[in-house]
């Protein structure tokens, strides 16, 4: 929470030409999520917020795991409640920086294959968290094999097949696998005296 407060902080700090301007469309939601999307004046500015987003969204959903480990925490815990509330909203912030991208009504000029590659990790990082909807992570999915198409990236193609095929597969995962088989070897070194 201290980490998710300090970089909260470090938005206030933001010049101003960090601002972006809002729009509506809800007649494409293939292209368009949740009917909003976001117009900034530099594609280095989409991303370096983006990749700050990336941050909160992890720092978030540490927190809520954090909470719920715990074992005594409501459904109605303020804590929680603010730190889902945050994932939504940094999740549709994301989401809504990509349309102008890959070329929604020609916004801005065609992103290249490094900016494409550049909104994989945010977009990742929205689909592959543990409390996304269902219908986000096929957003999400739908915009990775636009940037495969469109792009070439390979990657891109690639992640959308991953979300498809496991439903999310995410550097927790393979951690939790990895103590699990220490833990293995652990158990069937300390049972060596017995056989």
Same mark, same amino acid.
């Given at each position: 929470?201290?980490?998710?407060?300090?970089?909260?902080?470090?938005?206030?700090?933001?010049?101003?030409?960090?601002?972006?301007?809002?729009?509506?469309?809800?007649? !494409?939601?293939?292209?368009?999520?949740?009917?909003?999307?976001?117009?900034?004046?530099?594609?280095?500015?989409?991303?370096?917020?983006?990749?700050?987003?990336?941050?909160?969204?992890?720092?978030?959903?540490?927190?809520?795991?954090?909470?719920?480990?715990?074992?005594?925490? !409501?459904?109605?815990?303020?804590?929680?409640?603010?730190?889902?509330?945050?994932?939504?909203?940094? &999740?549709?912030?994301?989401?809504?920086?990509?349309?102008?991208?890959?070329?929604?009504?020609?916004?801005?000029?065609?992103?290249?294959?490094?900016?494409? &590659?550049?909104?994989?990790?945010?977009?990742?990082?929205?689909?592959?968290?543990?409390?996304?909807?269902?219908?986000?992570?096929?957003?999400?999915?739908?915009?990775?094999?636009?940037?495969?198409?469109?792009?070439?990236?390979?990657?891109?193609?690639?992640?959308?097949?991953?979300?498809?095929?496991?439903?999310?597969?995410?550097?927790?995962?393979? &951690?939790?696998?990895?103590?699990?088989?220490?833990?293995?070897?652990?158990?069937?070194?300390?049972?060596?005296?017995?056989?």
């Amino acid at each position: 929470m201290s980490i998710d407060e300090d970089l909260e902080n470090w938005l206030s700090n933001f010049p101003a030409e960090f601002s972006y301007a809002t729009f509506y469309d809800f007649e !494409s939601p293939e292209e368009v999520f949740l009917g909003c999307y976001h117009v900034y004046p530099d594609m280095k500015v989409a991303i370096v917020c983006n990749y700050y987003r990336s941050l909160r969204i992890l720092t978030n959903e540490a927190t809520i795991d954090a909470l719920n480990s715990r074992g005594s925490v !409501s459904p109605n815990d303020s804590q929680r409640l603010a730190a889902e509330q945050m994932l939504k909203k940094l &999740t549709a912030d994301i989401c809504a920086s990509v349309p102008p991208f890959l070329g929604y009504q020609n916004c801005q000029k065609s992103a290249s294959v490094v900016v494409g &590659t550049l909104l994989l990790w945010p977009l990742y990082t929205c689909a592959a968290q543990n409390y996304v909807s269902p219908m986000t992570r096929n957003w999400v999915m739908l915009q990775f094999e636009k940037i495969g198409e469109t792009m070439g990236i390979r990657l891109a193609t690639s992640l959308a097949e991953v979300l498809r095929a496991k439903g999310e597969v995410t550097v927790w995962d393979r &951690t939790e696998a990895a103590k699990g088989q220490d833990l293995y070897r652990q158990v069937a070194w300390d049972n060596l005296e017995e056989w």
